[in-house]
T-cell receptor, first 111, second 114 residues
Framework: LAKTTQPISMDSYEGQEVNITCSHN???????ITWYQQFPSQGPRFIIQ???TKVTNEVASLFIPADRKSSTLSLPRVSLSDTAVYYC????????????FGQGTELSVKP | EAQVTQNPRYLITVTGKKLTVTCSQN?????MSWYRQDPGLGLRQIYY???????DKGDVPEGYKVSRKEKRNFPLILESPSPNQTSLYFC?????????????FGPGTRLTVL
């Protein structure tokens, strides 16, 4: 199972772009990379998912290099409401149902 | 509205008193799982179920039981709770566990065992 490593915490200011990198050195061929966002006292919710290169939606972008051993979640022009914990999850069909979330990155956005 | 519901949302109990936390989803999802969340440890999977009558251990199954008699329900059972099971618990569901399957999480159950 691919283990993920993320920074424990990050600080930013409103209006800045924030990049959170996740390392997953033993990612398998069938594994996808998914990012979740969690606000205090709520369950995590899906942000973005990708397999390779770049994926963009209305909330974020996900950059995945060719070797797929890491991925970077990019949040453009963050606001105070983006203060949350962000989890990187690597999973695929070959894991038989077991999912391993990392410790997550606690992002704090200041005015 | 598509959702995962958990009950109760908050529970304070005493050591050894059996309890059940219910989880239900209305999205006809095959896959369901339970997580616990503790400060500094992130989300850790307790048990998961690929389908009805199929359950398996996650990373931290000790002290917990689950059952999947119906597709929509996946209760978490603590036969003899201990203080180290004080935690925030989340139930989640998805179409499957594999690629392109995003997890839908419930609102959480905060459990305190005295």
């Amino acid at each position: 199972l691919a283990k993920t490593t993320q920074p424990i915490s990050m600080d930013s200011y409103e209006g800045q772009e924030v990049n959170i990198t996740c390392s997953h050195n033993n990612i398998a061929t069938n594994d996808y990379i998914t990012w979740y966002q969690q606000f205090p006292s709520q369950g995590p919710r899906f942000i973005i998912q990708g397999y390779k290169t770049k994926v963009t939606n209305e909330v974020a972008s996900l950059f995945i290099p060719a070797d797929r051993k890491s991925s970077t979640l990019s949040l453009p022009r963050v606001s105070l409401s983006d203060t949350a914990v962000y989890y990187c999850l690597v999973g695929g069909d070959n894991q038989g149902g077991k999912l391993i979330f990392g410790q997550g990155t606690e992002l704090s956005v200041k005015p | 509205e598509a959702q995962v519901t958990q009950n109760p949302r908050y529970l304070i109990t005493v050591t050894g008193k059996k309890l059940t936390v219910t989880c239900s989803q209305n999205m006809n999802h095959e896959y369901m799982s339970w997580y616990r969340q503790d400060p500094g440890l992130g989300l850790r999977q307790i048990y998961y179920s690929m389908n009805v009558e199929v359950t398996d251990k996650g990373d931290v199954p000790e002290g917990y039981k689950v059952s999947r008699k119906e597709k929509r329900n996946f209760p978490l059972i603590l036969e003899s709770p201990s203080p180290n099971q004080t935690s925030l618990y989340f139930c989640a569901s998805s179409w499957a566990s594999g690629r392109e399957d995003t997890q839908y999480f419930g609102p959480g159950t905060r459990l305190t065992v005295l």
